[in-house]
């Protein structure tokens, strides 16, 4: 029979653990590599959808930007007719304005000189009335009593 000496002993204890490392390395890089194929697998399918997406993306940017263009060109007419009827309404006003104003106040005081020689009453001062030692203003009495007529 044969002795194993110390330096066999170890020599077999090193080559058992070499192999022990060997073979959890092997698991570690199987399953790495297993990772790796599911990681392309994924990033294939998200390629895969992420282009029909961006497509989708792309054509909806250039129809918002043909809708912005439609919407800037009908606020330029919106603004641009919204100036002309501002100077129109300017023009309007500074034509009729000033004679309407004129007739419209001779024609009030046609009416009013009309209504004074029918009655051929001249208008007598407003009266006042007092109380308590103070004078209430004619024009207050009026909004209590709009007619004039008295209680």
Known sequence: MHTVSGGE???????????ILVS???????RLAQTL????????DVTDQAVPLL??????????QTQIDRVDAI????????SN?????????????GPLVKVAAF?????RAIAGRKEDVP???PRRTVIVGRTVPASRWTKRNPRGKRD
């Open 123 to 125: 208008a007598r001062p």
């Open 24 to 30: 959890f390395l092997a698991v570690a890089l199987a």
């Open 55 to 64: 497509a989708d993306a792309s054509a909806a940017v250039r129809s918002a």
């Open 75 to 82: 606020a330029s007419d919106v603004q641009e007719v919204t």
């Open 9 to 19: 002993v170890a020599g077999i204890l090193v080559a058992v653990f070499w192999a």
């Open 37 to 44: 194929k599911a990681t392309t697998k994924l990033v294939a």
């Open 107 to 111: 024609g009030y005081g046609v009416r």
């Open 85 to 97: 009827a501002s100077a129109l309404s300017t023009t309007v006003a500074s034509t009729f304005g």
